[in-house]
């Protein structure tokens, strides 16, 4: 099957206890706000549990609903427009829009309820596009089930930590310590913390069971040259650096980008100024640090290996949730570089420059993408320095502003340069094979 809705008896049952799961879920968090005289909410929780057990007994019953066929022929047609560029754009502008909404609305996400509500419609999303075959190809792969289960482990420390830094931040701004300082009471090793490892030791090793028993080893045939798969993907916590190969040569997405990577992690405590926020939960008094460090493991991590699990599809071409991975699916694509632009489009000459003196052709010919690669790393910092970002610049001082700085730039020099791919597709700024130094 190559698209639209296809439900077995098998599908049907495994839907029916995803949403009876749901209901139970639900059923939890009612009974937990009866119990605290909430019963307004706990009579609202109840009602949406038995939606959800209508949607099981449906599908125990083999009369579920199912996704309408023309909503994933839209999506796919959506994602395809332009050349097949539409899709990564869209992904990326959705997660970067999706960030800005976090922290722009904590105050209203951080509260237990709409945290509530928005897991009820991820679950019955989820539900009802299990019932196209794409995806369900997808999601239910051996290989991808862990992946699944990273989002909504993320998802949840992600807003259980931005909900302890906004009941914090109420209680500073009302002169009260936070939550953290009325729990400094130490525990003892021994029988506390050493009973806790082993009562989580023991449901960790039952999970892997159940999980073991559940879904079969991913193994594939010993390798060989003679066949390769399509795609051929590293381990998920390699996806992101192979997603960079996208928009960077090897050097640079698997020695530069990594390095800088573990570089500004170790850098983090020696350029850090601020003495606020140690020890407990809190935005207001951290916000430029959280903003940066959650963009960076969200946007620009998370998000980069659901991308490579989910909708890079043979020859690692992007692939909409909902479409078929054909593995004939050809995408017209030019790689045009700066130096292209510039010489041939803009100027309209010959892109070949002469050789003058000590200076190879290659050096004229690239020298727009040099001076665009210097003025960003060399530049921006001290122009950064003077206007928007000076009062942290007299604060932090010179050393340890323009590290912090060289950090942040080659940190958003990748959705830069995603985006200069995907609207305009420019392959290289500096492109100079005669040496294989390209960026």
Same mark, same amino acid.
């Given at each position: 099957?190559?698209?639209?809705?296809?439900?077995?008896?098998?599908?049907?049952?495994?839907?029916?206890?995803?949403?009876?799961?749901?209901?139970?879920?639900?059923?939890?968090?009612?009974?937990?706000?009866?119990?605290?005289?909430?019963?307004?909410?706990?009579?609202?929780?109840?009602?949406?549990?038995?939606?959800?057990?209508?949607?099981?007994?449906?599908?125990?019953?083999? &009369?579920?609903?199912?996704?309408?066929?023309?909503?994933?022929?839209?999506?796919?047609?959506?994602?395809?427009?332009?050349?097949?560029?539409?899709?990564?754009?869209?992904?990326?502008?959705?997660?970067?829009?999706?960030?800005?909404?976090?922290?722009?609305?904590?105050?209203?996400?951080?509260?237990?309820?709409?945290?509530?509500?928005?897991?009820?419609?991820?679950?019955?999303?989820?539900?009802?596009?299990?019932?196209?075959?794409?995806?369900?190809? &997808?999601?239910?792969?051996?290989?991808?089930?862990?992946?699944?289960?990273?989002?909504?482990?993320?998802?949840?420390?992600?807003?259980?930590?931005?909900?302890?830094?906004?009941?914090?931040?109420?209680?500073?701004?009302?002169?009260?310590?936070?939550?953290?300082?009325?729990?400094?009471?130490?525990?003892?090793?021994?029988?506390?913390?050493?009973?806790?490892?082993?009562?989580?030791? &023991?449901?960790?090793?039952?999970?892997?069971?159940?999980?073991?028993?559940?879904?079969?080893?991913?193994?594939?045939?010993?390798?060989?040259?003679?066949?390769?798969?399509?795609?051929?993907?590293?381990?998920?916590?390699?996806?992101?650096?192979?997603?960079?190969?996208?928009?960077?040569?090897?050097?640079?997405?698997?020695?530069?980008?990594?390095?800088?990577?573990?570089?500004?992690?170790?850098?983090?405590?020696?350029?850090? /100024?601020?003495?606020?926020?140690?020890?407990?939960?809190?935005?207001?008094?951290?916000?430029?640090?959280?903003?940066?460090?959650?963009?960076?493991?969200?946007?620009?991590?998370?998000?980069?290996?659901?991308?490579?699990?989910?909708?890079?599809?043979?020859?690692?071409?992007?692939?909409?949730?909902?479409?078929?991975?054909?593995?004939?699916?050809?995408?017209?694509?030019?790689? &045009?570089?700066?130096?292209?632009?510039?010489?041939?489009?803009?100027?309209?000459?010959?892109?070949?420059?002469?050789?003058?003196?000590?200076?190879?052709?290659? /050096?004229?010919?690239?020298?727009?993408?040099?001076?665009?690669?210097?003025?960003?790393?060399?530049?921006?910092?001290?122009?950064?320095?003077?206007?928007?970002?000076?009062?942290?610049?007299?604060?932090?001082? /010179?050393?340890?502003?323009?590290?912090?700085?060289?950090?942040?730039?080659?940190?958003?020099?990748?959705?830069?340069?995603?985006?200069?791919?995907?609207?305009?597709?420019?392959?290289?700024?500096?492109?100079?094979?005669?040496?294989?130094?390209?960026?």
């Amino acid at each position: 099957m190559h698209g639209g809705s296809d439900l077995n008896p098998t599908v049907e049952f495994g839907l029916g206890w995803f949403y009876l799961v749901a209901v139970l879920l639900n059923v939890g968090y009612s009974v937990v706000l009866s119990r605290r005289n909430n019963v307004p909410a706990a009579t609202a929780w109840a009602a949406v549990a038995c939606v959800f057990l209508v949607h099981a007994l449906l599908y125990f019953l083999d &009369i579920g609903p199912t996704l309408p066929r023309k909503f994933g022929d839209y999506t796919t047609q959506v994602m395809g427009m332009y050349g097949g560029q539409m899709g990564p754009i869209l992904y990326v502008s959705l997660a970067v829009v999706g960030f800005i909404l976090l922290y722009r609305f904590r105050k209203t996400i951080a509260q237990p309820h709409v945290a509530w509500l928005l897991l009820n419609l991820s679950l019955l999303a989820a539900g009802w596009s299990m019932t196209n075959y794409n995806f369900r190809l &997808i999601v239910t792969k051996e290989d991808n089930v862990p992946i699944v289960m990273l989002i909504y482990s993320v998802a949840f420390f992600t807003w259980l930590g931005l909900r302890q830094a906004v009941v914090n931040d109420e209680r500073m701004a009302r002169g009260e310590p936070p939550l953290e300082k009325l729990e400094d009471e130490k525990v003892l090793v021994w029988p506390d913390l050493v009973y806790t490892e082993l009562i989580c030791m &023991i449901i960790c090793t039952v999970l892997l069971v159940v999980w073991a028993v559940a879904l079969k080893a991913p193994l594939e045939q010993p390798a060989t040259s003679a066949k390769a798969p399509n795609p051929s993907k590293a381990p998920w916590y390699f996806l992101g650096l192979q997603e960079m190969l996208v928009y960077y040569d090897p050097w640079m997405a698997g020695i530069v980008l990594p390095l800088m990577i573990m570089a500004g992690l170790i850098a983090i405590p020696y350029i850090d /100024f601020n003495q606020k926020g140690n020890g407990y939960f809190t935005f207001d008094q951290r916000k430029f640090a959280i903003l940066n460090f959650q963009f960076g493991f969200l946007v620009l991590w998370v998000t980069l290996i659901v991308l490579g699990t989910f909708l890079r599809g043979p020859n690692w071409n992007f692939f909409g949730p909902f479409e078929y991975w054909d593995p004939h699916k050809v995408l017209p694509l030019n790689n &045009i570089n700066l130096s292209d632009y510039f010489w041939l489009y803009w100027l309209g000459t010959n892109r070949e420059r002469p050789e003058w003196g000590p200076f190879p052709g290659w /050096f004229f010919r690239e020298l727009p993408g040099i001076l665009v690669v210097l003025a960003y790393l060399f530049l921006l910092p001290p122009l950064m320095a003077r206007t928007l970002m000076r009062p942290l610049f007299v604060r932090m001082g /010179f050393l340890r502003f323009m590290v912090m700085m060289v950090l942040l730039l080659f940190m958003a020099s990748l959705p830069i340069k995603m985006v200069l791919r995907s609207t305009l597709n420019l392959k290289y700024i500096v492109y100079i094979p005669e040496i294989f130094f390209n960026i």
